[in-house]
């Protein structure tokens, strides 16, 4: 079975969520099923409604209401609600709405789930920020500073409304130097930058071992997401990248080491990339794509490196 690629949407409220969704929806029209997962705080569903109301194509919706889902009292019916839904519509692509205060990692662990696990798998993470209301809480909100930090696009979205967006630009840039990011208005942006490879031609240009021979082209591809309080050996620091590179075509996060001092990495097959920034995390936290990677793994590498 082809597991389904998940995309997961954060950002602060009101940052224009469901308006990349509205666009990524009418995007996928007549190409390919699209299943939306919204999680609001609040009882009421505004933001599905908007998305009935605004998207100009067919989707699925799952509603997740009254709260984070990815709180410990709610993670497991969330989990179950999620595997109905993708059994039931098993939609091509998973767009998920994170709620504006949720913990990224915390989200990502919910794909490492047996029940989860042979179903879907993390394919990136796209963070909305808002240019007109950033300075304000980027201080206030350690949250949205972390959901910038794991994103693999970032768009600076509402710049028509904040003149001093170079600034903002450059401040996301020292948070994640990896990341790609867009100045965006109405969350207007290439989609097809965004959403390749995961559904593109371009997967018969990967190494044979990592292309599937199922129909479609789709790989054979698993996610783990990794968290410790325990620091890296930073004697060990480029080992253990270029160990955990060597078995997954994607790694990306957040290594904090035992010399005090933290680092952002990324991989992409071979090229392996990672360098020195502020952060008053003390922990290690990690993305890993791959077709063979899981989350065991991942911790057993790191924990003997």
Same mark, same amino acid.
């Not at 308006?19 to 009882?43: C, L, M, S, W, Y």
């Not at 794991?150 to 967006?165: E, S, V």
């Not at 990592?210 to 997401?225: D, F, N, T």
């Given at each position: 079975?082809?597991?389904?690629?998940?995309?997961?949407?954060?950002?602060?409220?009101? +940052?224009?969520?469901?308006?990349?969704?509205?666009?990524?929806?009418?995007?996928?029209?007549?190409?390919?099923?699209?299943?939306?997962?919204?999680?609001?705080?609040?009882?009421?569903?505004i933001e599905g409604k908007e998305l009935r109301r605004f998207a100009n194509s067919d989707f699925d919706l799952l509603e997740i209401n009254n709260g984070s889902v990815f709180c410990v009292c709610l993670l497991s019916g969330f989990i179950t609600s999620l595997k109905k839904f993708v059994i039931k519509y098993h939609p091509d692509i998973l767009l998920?709405?994170?709620?504006?205060?949720?913990?990224?990692?915390?989200?990502?662990?919910?794909?490492? +789930?047996?029940?989860?696990?042979?179903?879907i798998y993390l394919a990136g993470t796209i963070c909305i920020v808002d240019a007109n209301h950033f300075i304000k809480i980027e201080n206030l909100m350690p949250r949205i500073r972390h959901q910038i930090?794991?994103?693999?696009?970032?768009?600076?979205?509402?710049?028509?409304?904040?003149?001093?967006?170079?600034?903002?630009?450059?401040?996301?840039?020292?948070?994640?130097?990896?990341?790609?990011?867009?100045?965006t208005t109405y969350c207007d942006v290439n989609l097809d930058e965004i959403f390749q490879p995961m559904h593109s031609p371009s997967w018969t240009k990967l190494p044979p071992h990592?292309?599937?021979?199922?129909?479609?082209?789709?790989?054979?591809?698993?996610?783990?997401?990794f968290r410790s309080v325990k620091p890296l050996n930073i004697d060990h620091l480029d080992e253990f990248i270029k160990l955990v590179a +060597?078995?997954?075509?994607?790694?990306?996060?957040?290594?904090?080491?035992?010399?005090?001092?933290?680092?952002?990495?990324?991989?992409?097959?071979?090229?392996?990339?990672?360098?020195e920034i502020d952060r008053p995390d003390r922990q290690t936290e990690l993305i890993a794509i791959g077709k063979d990677i899981d989350v065991r793994e991942l911790r057993i590498i790191y924990l003997s490196t």
């Open positions: 079975m082809l597991k389904i690629p998940v995309y997961l949407i954060t950002g602060f409220l009101g +940052s224009g969520k469901t308006t990349f969704i509205q666009r990524a929806i009418d995007h996928f029209a007549g190409k390919f099923k699209a299943g939306i997962v919204q999680n609001e705080f609040a009882p009421a569903s998920i709405e994170a709620s504006g205060l949720s913990d990224v990692i915390s989200v990502g662990q919910v794909f490492n +789930s047996p029940e989860l696990q042979d179903h930090m794991i994103a693999d696009h970032l768009l600076i979205n509402k710049t028509d409304l904040n003149p001093g967006h170079l600034d903002i630009l450059s401040k996301i840039e020292a948070i994640n130097p990896f990341g790609k990011k867009y100045l990592i292309v599937s021979s199922e129909k479609g082209g789709r790989p054979e591809v698993h996610s783990a997401v +060597s078995k997954c075509y994607r790694l990306k996060g957040m290594i904090w080491s035992s010399s005090g001092k933290s680092y952002c990495v990324q991989t992409v097959f071979d090229d392996v990339q990672y360098m």
